[in-house]
């Protein structure tokens, strides 16, 4: 019934992965000259200006409380005046890696996300593309040690709150606010040492998510050979189990790792609004990776049917996605409480980032709404190969729009030098997702639901 | 109002043979008006030719009026004709109007969908179904042939229907 497939990954196909890695590394390398020749004069004007802009953007939009909102932006603006401990042209390279980092990290833990849920749902339909998710969950254990690694270079020029000093009573530095809040990430040492609660989740999240990649992986791979019900019945429970390991891990890890950049700000809607980030992300690059082995002549039996369905998740979670943005949104929108509009006005009403925060809406909203509502968009290869990248771009805008202006403030940028990384890190991931593809057979050999799926029609 | 209508009516009992049957039956060229049958069969739709439904296009344009019916409602109604100050915004704001123009889309879109299928499928009150046979809603699938599409004369489609596996070959007039 099943041909044994198994993905080639060609001389030619890895030769373009390291070009566009190269390519990459290359458009970084003029970012930071380019960035290094305009930095100085730059921070010092946009210095004052910042300020400045922060309080009339809160005179429009909060009338009533616009006294406070100003004292309490000028006063932030000063406390982060204070540490700034590396150029600003050192703290950009290194949001920009967090950024691409966190991003990738997500499209990766997608992977594993997505087949414990065809599991837990005991999908049919999602049988021969298994192992494209699979692959991609390859990613975890390198996110792993790069998100560590990243964390222990970037630490204070990210994350405000690892500054020894706001927690210092005595200090002009004493931030009442951040040392409540302290305990999420010190505990049980002192404020102001070692994150050491902090670290730990980071540690324990990757190596659970390790754990059951692995479980996982090993189950599927033993039904190649052996056949029967017996590994998918594991597979499943292992799911099950990872399952609501993730539900809290992505919340937690949405917070250590993007909110509390932002660390005043807080939103209780904020570890849906990753997750929703992530998983439509990685349903896209599924999708994207599905259709083009699909065009290059693989999975012989993917139709029409299973890229509907491929295509209606996208459709279906872009809108998700939308919905937990508007959620966030409109409630801070008509709650007004300057501590909490303050992270909107720094992205709808500064310089940098207004347009990418629009530019957001309509790339992972709009785009893909309109593209994909018709029946035969999502079941044709050449739309979701469209559709995919301007989803997977938009998201990558998205996080860009999370974690850059709450370090950057007024002197972020996008340029070459994010692009290049972008691209750096996309040809890392590719080269990895693919290499690991091309090690196991491309579609399972004795799955249970074979047959369901080859049968399935909508 | 399509009264004294002849109809030769086949009776299938699996619906793999009644799959089969279409096609055969199609392929002698006679045109069959109506299968029923107690549960979805996959793949009826393609064998009887029919082309896919235009109710989605219908859809999107309610769904269309629906958000602009609303919009315009709420700018009318807060920007111009009775402008009230709500948390300090300004009276024609975009975010607040979002869910209920969403809502009024939905709404709209799906009624608009509801009326449009009955009108096409002439569903209206006091209008009795035609029953071809009573059982298409238990155990059996019903095919109806109107005579006045076919040239072939009612014995030669009832040869056809059994040939093609009809269980029962019956006659129904309206």
């Known amino acids: 019934m099943i041909a044994d497939e198994i993905y080639v990954f060609k001389p030619e196909t890895k030769r373009n992965i390291i070009i566009l890695g190269i390519v990459g590394i290359l458009l970084f390398a003029l970012g930071v000259f380019i960035a290094s020749r305009s930095g100085g004069h730059h921070e010092a004007a946009e210095g004052g200006h910042g300020g400045h802009a922060s309080v009339e953007a809160s005179k429009h939009l909060v009338a009533s409380t616009e006294q406070h909102a100003a004292a309490e932006g000028k006063g932030h603006e000063a406390a982060a005046g204070e540490h700034h401990g590396s150029s600003p042209l050192v703290k950009r390279i290194f949001t920009s890696l967090w950024q691409n980092n966190i991003f990738f990290a997500g499209i990766g833990i997608i992977g594993l996300f997505f087949i414990a849920i065809q599991y837990a749902?005991?999908?049919?339909?999602?049988?021969?593309?298994?192992?494209?998710?699979?692959?991609?969950?390859?990613?975890?254990?390198?996110?792993?040690?790069?998100?560590?690694?990243?964390?222990?270079?970037?630490?204070?020029?990210?994350?405000?709150?690892?500054?020894?000093?706001?927690?210092?009573?005595?200090?002009?530095d004493y931030d009442k606010i951040i040392d409540g809040k302290a305990g999420m990430f010190f505990w049980p040492l002192a404020h102001g040492s070692f994150p050491i609660f902090y670290v730990v989740r980071m540690v324990v999240f990757f190596g659970l998510w390790y754990m059951f990649f692995t479980w996982i992986k090993k189950e599927m791979l033993a039904e190649d050979i052996n056949g029967g019900t017996l590994h998918w019945i594991k597979a499943r429970k292992f799911s099950a189990i990872f399952l609501v390991i993730f539900a809290v891990s992505s919340s937690v890890s949405a917070w250590d790792w993007v909110m509390s950049i932002d660390t005043h700000w807080f939103s209780t809607m904020f570890g849906w609004y990753v997750f929703a980030s992530w998983w439509v992300t990685g349903l896209a690059t599924?999708?994207?990776?599905?259709?083009?082995?699909?065009?290059?002549?693989?999975?012989?039996?993917?139709?029409?049917?299973?890229?509907?369905?491929?295509?209606?998740?996208?459709?279906?979670?872009s809108i998700f996605w939308t919905y937990i943005w508007f959620g966030q949104f409109l409630l801070i929108y008509y709650a007004n409480i300057p501590e909490e509009t303050v992270y909107f006005i720094q992205r709808m009403r500064t310089a940098p980032y207004s347009w990418i925060f629009y530019a957001n809406l309509f790339l992972n909203f709009v785009l893909p709404f309109l593209l994909l509502m018709t029946r035969d968009a999502k079941r044709h290869v050449s739309m979701l190969r469209v559709v995919c990248p301007i989803v997977i771009v938009g998201h990558w805008f998205d996080f860009y729009n999370?974690?850059?202006?709450g370090v950057m403030k007024t002197e972020g940028g996008i340029g070459f030098l994010e692009i290049g990384l972008f691209l750096t890190f996309a040809s890392f991931f590719l080269f990895v997702v693919l290499t690991a593809l091309s090690k196991v057979q491309l579609v399972a050999k004795h799955h249970p639901m074979m047959g369901e799926s080859l049968n399935h029609h909508i | 109002m399509e009264s004294n209508k002849n109809f030769v009516v086949g009776i299938f009992n699996d619906e793999d043979v009644l799959l089969?049957?279409?096609?055969?039956?199609?392929?002698?060229?006679?045109?069959?008006?109506?299968?029923?049958?107690?549960?979805p069969v996959h793949g009826?739709?393609?064998?009887?030719?029919?082309?896919?439904?235009?109710?989605?296009?219908?859809?999107?344009?309610?769904?269309?009026?629906?958000?602009?019916?609303?919009?315009?409602?709420?700018?009318?109604?807060?920007?111009?004709?009775?402008?009230?100050?709500?948390?300090?915004?300004?009276?024609?704001?975009?975010?607040?109007?979002?869910?209920?123009?969403?809502?009024?889309?939905?709404?709209?879109?799906a009624f608009g969908m509801?009326?449009?299928?009955?009108?096409?499928?002439?569903?209206?009150?006091?209008?009795?179904?035609?029953?071809?046979?009573?059982?298409?809603?238990?155990?059996?699938?019903?095919?109806?042939?109107?005579?006045?599409?076919?040239?072939?004369?009612k014995d030669e489609i009832g040869q056809i229907l059994k040939d093609n596996g009809a269980s029962e070959v019956n006659e129904k007039n309206f």
């Open chain 1, 121 to 172: 749902a005991q999908a049919g339909w999602s049988a021969p593309i298994k192992r494209i998710p699979l692959a991609i969950g390859s990613w975890i254990p390198i996110a792993g040690i790069l998100t560590i690694v990243i964390w222990f270079v970037v630490k204070e020029d990210v994350f405000h709150w690892m500054h020894h000093d706001l927690y210092v009573k005595d200090s002009a």
């Open chain 2, 20 to 39: 089969h049957a279409v096609e055969g039956i199609r392929g002698k060229g006679v045109k069959i008006q109506e299968v029923f049958s107690p549960f």
């Open chain 1, 402 to 405: 999370m974690i850059t202006p």
């Open chain 1, 286 to 317: 599924i999708t994207f990776i599905v259709a083009t082995l699909k065009n290059a002549g693989y999975l012989k039996m993917v139709n029409h049917n299973h890229l509907h369905d491929l295509g209606k998740f996208v459709f279906a979670f």
């Open chain 2, 44 to 109: 009826l739709d393609e064998v009887l030719g029919y082309k896919r439904s235009r109710l989605p296009i219908a859809a999107f344009l309610f769904g269309m009026t629906g958000t602009s019916l609303a919009l315009l409602m709420q700018i009318w109604m807060l920007g111009y004709d009775w402008p009230m100050i709500i948390g300090g915004k300004d009276h024609a704001s975009l975010p607040p109007f979002i869910p209920v123009t969403f809502e009024l889309t939905v709404l709209l879109a």
């Open chain 2, 114 to 153: 509801v009326i449009t299928f009955f009108i096409v499928s002439d569903m209206k009150p006091y209008k009795w179904p035609r029953q071809f046979d009573l059982r298409s809603t238990d155990d059996k699938h019903v095919m109806a042939i109107d005579l006045a599409d076919n040239k072939l004369s």
